[in-house]
């Protein structure tokens, strides 16, 4: 079964803090994998995806196979950084985005 | 500018009532999604739109029906709403769904809520 689990509902730190939001991942083969950033009152939209292996916003996240994980990762949080974070991947089909339950991230001076 | 626009963003209805949620595009993508997000849910895939092909998620309850009568606008119905259908609906497009062009740009969302 595919699914996307992120185990952390809640992170706090402080700014300046090293950040990682986990993500751990089943999928039968190679995975998409994703990461959306929701911030207050805007709407859902894509930080970044593994195959870019990109970093926006300072964030970086790694795919793993062995430890299936997509851990995304910042070095020195900011107070801007505080939002709901979404990891997601797309189905077998690849017809339909699977989204894990978010965590939030609060960063706090 | 908003690219992918839902209306209304608060819809509020009476159980048993039809109601309708709209949702348009100015990017001109060939395929629409509508998700529900229930509070501290992940979003969860309805139904989508390639150009005019509808695809349905299997688990999506017959009670949920969508309509795309372009490229730019897609409805979401809902027949008979429960108190169980109050949640955050979102619609989303992506220029194709494989590949590199399979990013899904996402509205503001409805909030229904059923009374």
């Known amino acids: 079964a595919q699914r996307v689990t992120q185990p952390e509902k809640l992170l706090s730190v402080f700014k300046g803090a090293p950040v990682e939001l986990k993500c751990n991942y089943s999928?039968?083969?190679?995975?998409?994998l994703f990461w959306y950033v929701q911030y207050s009152r805007q709407r859902l939209q894509l930080l970044l995806r593994?195959?870019s292996r990109e970093s926006i916003k300072g964030f970086t996240a790694d795919l793993n196979k062995g430890e299936t994980s997509f851990h995304l990762k910042k070095p020195f949080a900011q107070e801007e950084d505080s939002a709901m974070y979404y990891c997601?991947?797309?189905?077998?089909?690849?017809?339909?985005?699977?989204f894990g339950k978010g965590t939030t991230l609060s960063v706090s001076s | 500018d908003a690219m992918v626009i839902q209306n209304p963003r608060y819809q509020v209805t009476q159980f048993g009532k039809p109601v309708t949620l709209s949702c348009s595009q100015t990017?001109?993508?060939?395929?629409m999604y509508w998700y529900q997000q229930k509070s501290s849910q992940a979003p969860k895939l309805l139904f989508h739109?390639?150009?005019?092909?509808?695809?349905n998620e299997a688990d999506t309850p017959d009670n949920f029906q969508s309509r795309r009568p372009n490229t730019s606008f897609c409805f979401l119905d809902i027949r008979s709403p429960g108190l169980g259908d109050a949640a955050m609906y979102l619609c989303?497009?992506?220029?194709?769904?494989?590949?590199?062009?399979?990013?899904?740009?996402f509205g503001a969302g409805t909030r229904l809520s059923v009374l």
């Open positions: 989303a497009t992506s220029r194709d769904n494989r590949g590199s062009k399979n990013i899904q740009y």
């Open positions: 999928y039968s083969g190679s995975p998409e």
């Open positions: 593994h195959i």
């Open positions: 997601a991947l797309y189905n077998q089909a690849g017809t339909a985005l699977i």
């Open positions: 990017l001109n993508h060939n395929v």
């Open positions: 739109y390639y150009d005019k092909d509808f695809n």
